[in-house]
């Protein structure tokens, strides 16, 4: 069974800060992992995703991440925190196979303090 | 392009009533979701659909019923709502291929049992 544990429910930076939001997964089999994120009062977006081709991935609003597989992590980055990126982000894993049904972890509030 | 549409956005109800929840998808995707968001527990599964006739069963679907009643539309009924039902709902919906996954998420239903 796959699964993904976020560590931290809650982090807070300044802006301009470096942002940092981890996340671990376990899988039997090659994952597919992806990052969401959900501001207020709205539905989740895509912001990046790993689909076994590169282990860095570039995403939306500069935000990237990096897999690696000795680890089973796929923390996400962002050199620069902006108040916009306020917001609840979300890991997700899925395997091939799985007709694209997503497991989330419990989500990570991210505050940006001026 | 409204994307995935759900109505209604608010609902009260009463323990032991029902309602349906309604999704609609513009975008011609196969897959469609519900999933259900609680404080502190991520998004978890309801149902989904992974194509026009088929429902099945996610993590948590006791006290749900669902109809696929085209390949726009995927409704979530309650038959007698509990307060444990309390929560937000989303429906989304997913482009087609396995390296391609990206899920596309209305923007909630919050219900409230009393």
């Known amino acids: 069974a796959q699964s993904v544990t976020q560590l931290g429910s809650h982090v807070s930076v300044s802006e301009g800060a470096l942002v940092l939001l981890r996340c671990n997964y376990s899988?039997?089999?090659?994952?597919?992992l992806f990052w969401y994120v959900q501001y207020p009062n709205q539905g989740l977006q895509l912001l990046l995703k790993?689909?076994?081709?590169?282990?860095l991935v570039k995403g939306i609003n500069g935000f990237e991440a990096e897999f690696k597989k000795s680890e089973t992590s796929f923390h996400l980055t962002k050199p620069s925190a902006h108040m916009s990126d306020a917001a609840e982000y979300f890991c997700?894993?899925?395997?091939?196979?799985?007709?694209?049904?997503?497991?989330f972890g419990k989500g990570t509030k991210l505050s940006v303090k001026p | 392009n409204a994307g995935v549409t759900q109505t209604p956005k608010f609902q009260v109800l009463k323990t032991g009533q029902s309602m349906t929840l309604q999704c609609a998808q513009d975008?011609?995707?196969?897959?469609m979701y519900w999933y259900r968001q609680d404080p502190g527990m991520g998004l978890r599964l309801i149902y989904y659909?992974?194509?026009?006739?088929?429902?099945d069963k996610g993590e948590v679907p006791n006290g749900y019923n669902v109809s696929r009643l085209n390949k726009r539309e995927f409704s979530l009924r309650l038959e007698s709502a509990a307060p444990s039902q309390t929560s937000v709902y989303f429906c989304?919906?997913?482009?087609?291929?396995?390296?391609?996954?990206?899920?596309?998420f209305g923007s909630g239903t919050q219900l409230s049992v009393l």
């Open positions: 989304a919906s997913r482009t087609g291929g396995v390296t391609n996954e990206k899920l596309f």
């Open positions: 899988s039997s089999v090659p994952p597919y």
């Open positions: 790993y689909t076994s081709a590169a282990t």
């Open positions: 997700a894993v899925s395997v091939k196979g799985s007709q694209g049904n997503l497991i």
């Open positions: 975008m011609n995707h196969n897959s």
């Open positions: 659909s992974a194509s026009e006739g088929t429902t």
